[in-house]
């Protein structure tokens, strides 16, 4: 069984493949405001040097934000031409939620613009905290408020250290856990309002 996996809510590009509960291979770069360009022939690349075709690929895992609007919108367009094409299943995932390291509570971050964060907390399986938006001082206390959970994402605009996370290891980690959409065409990207 071959899944497709996707994200580009954020300032990366993340495809990877994987196959009977591993991570085949990836391609997770950094691709602001390219990832359009570059995601179907990331696909395409891990797809042939992998000796396979889009008729191989039997589930597709996708990050659907939230995260920059384009960019959300990118991976969960792909997911969904592809899914429909090949009538396959969609497993739907917060773009957050792949942040998080998956053996430790971690706050996970994306910048929201107008110094405003979209927050997440996680630990394995569980929601600690669903995805939201704050503003970065309430981001700042609400870290200063659990100083033993990790903290993960692109957060140098915060002017922390990043921890970093490979978003498609922890898509694997979650792929048992995941449920299908009930129909492609029904997965929509998650934009998170004020």
Do not use: F
């Amino acid at each position: 069984m071959v899944t497709l996996l996707l994200d580009s809510a954020g300032t990366n590009m993340s495809v990877g493949l994987m196959k009977n509960d591993r991570l085949l291979d990836e391609i997770n770069e950094e691709a602001w405001q390219r990832q359009s360009e570059k995601m179907v022939p990331a696909i395409d690349d891990l797809l042939k040097k992998h000796q396979l075709n889009r008729q191989d690929l039997e589930k597709i895992i996708v990050g659907i934000g939230p995260g920059s609007y384009t960019g959300v919108r990118i991976a969960v367009t792909i997911a969904k031409v592809i899914a429909v094409a090949l009538k396959i299943d969609i497993y739907p995932v917060s773009s957050l939620r792949i942040l998080a390291h998956y053996e430790k509570p971690t706050v996970c971050l994306l910048n929201a613009r107008s110094n405003r964060s979209y927050i997440g907390v996680y630990e394995q399986e569980k929601t600690i905290l669903a995805d939201t938006i704050m503003s970065n001082e309430e981001v700042k206390n609400y870290l200063s408020l659990h100083p033993d959970y990790l903290v993960s994402g692109k957060i140098s605009y915060l002017g922390l250290k990043e921890t970093p996370q490979d978003p498609l290891v922890t898509m694997v980690k979650l792929a048992p856990s995941l449920k299908a959409a009930p129909e492609a065409l029904a997965v929509n990207p998650v934009y998170l309002k004020d």
